[in-house]
């Protein structure tokens, strides 16, 4: 079984940062890409940023120059890092990984953080 467990969410004021962290556990033969997506109340969810193994990163528009993405591929652990928060990150944020095990792969979710920046 594989689990991806988060943490870090939390209420912050705008301007502020939070750190998200995403460790996946289980019998696990290597982990491909791995991202962060949100789900605002009344909106889709959505990606905000991603890391392939390899490090190559991209971000939604929104977030650009504000979050940053990183991996320890050694711990399988992804971070968000969010600094100058805004009202309008606020939503749950869920960790994605694409994770391959000795037969099968696909893709796996945590439980979700909540992220809530007031004004």
């Known amino acids: 079984q594989v689990q991806l467990v988060e943490s870090g969410g939390g209420l912050v004021q705008a301007g502020g940062s939070l750190r998200l962290s995403c460790a996946a556990s289980?019998?696990?033969?290597?982990?491909?890409?791995m991202g962060w997506y949100r789900q605002a109340p009344g909106r889709q969810r959505e990606l905000v940023a991603a890391?392939?193994?390899?490090?190559?990163?991209n971000y939604e528009d929104s977030v650009k120059g504000r979050f940053t993405i990183s991996r320890d591929n050694a711990k399988n652990t992804v971070y968000l890092q969010m600094d100058s928060l805004k009202p309008e990150d606020t939503g749950v944020y869920y960790c994605?990984?694409?994770?391959?095990?000795?037969?099968?792969?696909?893709?796996?979710w945590g439980q979700g953080t909540q992220v809530t920046v007031s004004s």
């Open positions: 289980g019998r696990i033969f290597s982990i491909n890409a």
């Open positions: 890391i392939t193994s390899a490090g190559s990163t």
């Open positions: 994605n990984a694409n994770i391959r095990r000795l037969v099968t792969a696909g893709d796996y």
